[in-house]
Nanobody, 107 residues
Framework: QVQLVESGGGLVQPGGSLRLSCTASESIFVMGWYRQGPGKQREWVASILSGGSTKYADSVKGRFTISRGNAKNTYLQMNSLKPEDTAVYYC?????WGQGTQVTVSS
């Protein structure tokens, strides 16, 4: 089972940016990002597919960008962050999940 490690979370003011990273223990070609806010269910955020195509939830479209670095790294660039983006962010592939990284958007 592939191991995943997220990083890059933190505290940022509204309107700010963060870049999350997901490092896999083996080469991967698809990746999804999910998030779970306080008191909320986990929700899908974005995906990148094997051909490089990307998909986004309506709530983040135009503000977040998912991309692939080398074969083991995927990124989620988050711009124009809002307080409602506060959540633990997880990367997932083939049924494996990382431990999550906390993103807090607050002034």
């Amino acid at each position: 089972q592939v191991q995943l490690v997220e990083s890059g979370g933190g505290l940022v003011q509204p309107g700010g940016s963060l870049r999350l990273s997901c490092t896999a223990s083996e080469s991967i070609f698809v990746m999804g990002w999910y998030r779970q806010g306080p008191g909320k269910q986990r929700e899908w955020v974005a995906s990148i597919l094997s051909g490089g195509s990307t998909k986004y939830a309506d709530s983040v479209k135009g503000r977040f960008t998912i991309s692939r670095g080398n074969a083991k790294n995927t990124y989620l660039q988050m711009n124009s962050l809002k307080p409602e983006d506060t959540a633990v962010y997880y990367c997932t592939v083939h049924g494996s999940w990382g431990q999550g990284t906390q993103v807090t958007v607050s002034s």
